[in-house]
């Protein structure tokens, strides 16, 4: 597998951002998605053979100075400039913020206290490796009877990837896939022990549907959507859904889920047993 995690991402948001975004005209014929090499470098004031290698990984150290001028040619936003910092100062090795300590399956008494005032609506702690360390009586709910729950620990990235209900329970598998691989993805990933031996689990139960992820989806997920989930009893729902995630020392992520729409918000209501209102429909 690659570990060329900086180069990944590089080019991911090179192919992303259009010449337009970037203050160039799109001219015609493109063959290129997004920028070209030459174009990133002239606006970033290096070689293009510069950016090559570090989009193939043969130069995994670039100057602060030189990530300012690709993040601001590339237009990332404040939490992917946070990201391509952490990936270029991980190259550096010899360190790491989690410094092997174990993912945390503890929840401190106010995120305790905090799961119960979101009810009736369907929350999920998860730490580093997507287990589920504590949720609502609502997302039980709501994850129990699709699968979710089953295994111990329960984890959302063994299901994604190694329970054979997931393609059903969710319609747009391949979204919630790359998104599973981005959180495992998001810190240290691979010098993270315990997030590299789930990866290898992965690897051998999935084969390439993970394996081809690692290769291809930038370690960032996304800290906000909608996803549709197909429900046993209620059927298709669509839920926006919002990730805080908790301090440091926490290494847990909060996922809030509420109903995208009307219809949606009644099925909850009937699955959580609540007065008929007691979820509101957000947009997606």
Same mark, same amino acid.
């Given at each position: 597998?690659?570990?060329?995690?900086?180069?990944?991402?590089?080019?991911?948001?090179?192919?992303?951002?259009?010449?337009?975004?970037?203050?160039?005209?799109?001219?015609?014929?493109?063959?290129?998605?997004?920028?070209?090499?030459?174009?990133?470098?002239?606006?970033?004031?290096?070689?293009?053979?510069? %950016? +090559?290698?570090?989009?193939?990984?043969?130069?995994?150290?670039?100057?602060? $100075?030189?990530?300012?001028?690709?993040?601001?040619?590339?237009?990332?936003?404040?939490?992917?400039?946070?990201?391509?910092?952490?990936?270029?100062?991980?190259?550096?090795?010899?360190? &790491?913020?989690?410094?092997?300590?174990?993912?945390?399956? &503890?929840?401190?008494?106010?995120?305790? =206290?905090?799961?119960?005032?979101?009810?009736?609506?369907?929350?999920?702690?998860?730490?580093?490796?997507?287990?589920?360390?504590?949720? +609502?009586?609502?997302?039980?709910?709501?994850?129990?009877?699709?699968?979710?729950?089953?295994?111990?620990?329960?984890?959302? *990235?063994?299901?994604? @990837?190694?329970?054979?209900?997931?393609?059903?329970?969710?319609?747009?598998?391949?979204?919630?896939?790359?998104? $599973?691989? =981005?959180? #495992?993805? $998001?810190?240290? @990933?691979?010098?993270?022990?315990?997030? =590299?031996?789930?990866?290898?689990?992965?690897? %051998?139960?999935?084969?390439?549907?993970?394996?081809?992820?690692?290769?291809?989806?930038?370690?960032?997920?996304?800290?906000?959507?909608?996803?549709? #989930?197909?429900?046993?009893?209620?059927?298709?729902?669509?839920?926006?859904?919002?990730?805080?995630?908790?301090?440091?020392?926490?290494? $847990?992520?909060?996922?809030?889920?509420?109903?995208?729409?009307?219809?949606?918000? *009644?099925?909850?209501?009937?699955?959580?047993?609540?007065?008929?209102?007691?979820?509101?429909?957000?947009?997606?």
């Amino acid at each position: 597998m690659s570990d060329n995690e900086l180069g990944l991402f590089l080019r991911s948001r090179r192919e992303g951002i259009t010449p337009g975004e970037a203050g160039l005209p799109a001219g015609p014929r493109r063959r290129t998605p997004g920028l070209r090499r030459a174009e990133l470098a002239t606006l970033a004031g290096v070689s293009v053979e510069y %950016v +090559t290698r570090l989009e193939q990984g043969r130069d995994r150290r670039p100057s602060a $100075q030189v990530l300012a001028a690709l993040a601001a040619v590339l237009r990332l936003s404040m939490s992917e400039r946070v990201h391509l910092h952490r990936l270029g100062k991980g190259a550096e090795g010899g360190f &790491t913020c989690m410094g092997g300590a174990s993912p945390v399956r &503890t929840v401190r008494p106010t995120v305790r =206290a905090l799961l119960a005032t979101l009810e009736p609506a369907p929350a999920v702690l998860l730490n580093r490796l997507s287990d589920i360390v504590a949720r +609502t009586a609502a997302y039980e709910r709501l994850a129990g009877p699709a699968g979710l729950l089953d295994g111990d620990p329960a984890n959302l *990235a063994r299901f994604v @990837f190694a329970d054979e209900r997931a393609r059903t329970v969710y319609p747009d598998w391949d979204l919630v896939a790359d998104e $599973q691989v =981005a959180a #495992l993805k $998001q810190g240290p @990933f691979r010098a993270d022990p315990h997030v =590299a031996a789930l990866a290898d689990e992965l690897t %051998v139960t999935a084969g390439a549907a993970f394996g081809g992820r690692v290769e291809t989806v930038p370690g960032l997920p996304r800290s906000n959507g909608v996803t549709r #989930l197909v429900h046993p009893e209620a059927g298709e729902l669509r839920l926006a859904y919002e990730v805080l995630d908790l301090a440091a020392d926490d290494d $847990q992520r909060l996922v809030v889920h509420l109903p995208a729409d009307e219809a949606t918000a *009644a099925a909850l209501d009937r699955l959580t047993g609540r007065r008929p209102g007691a979820l509101r429909a957000v947009s997606g």
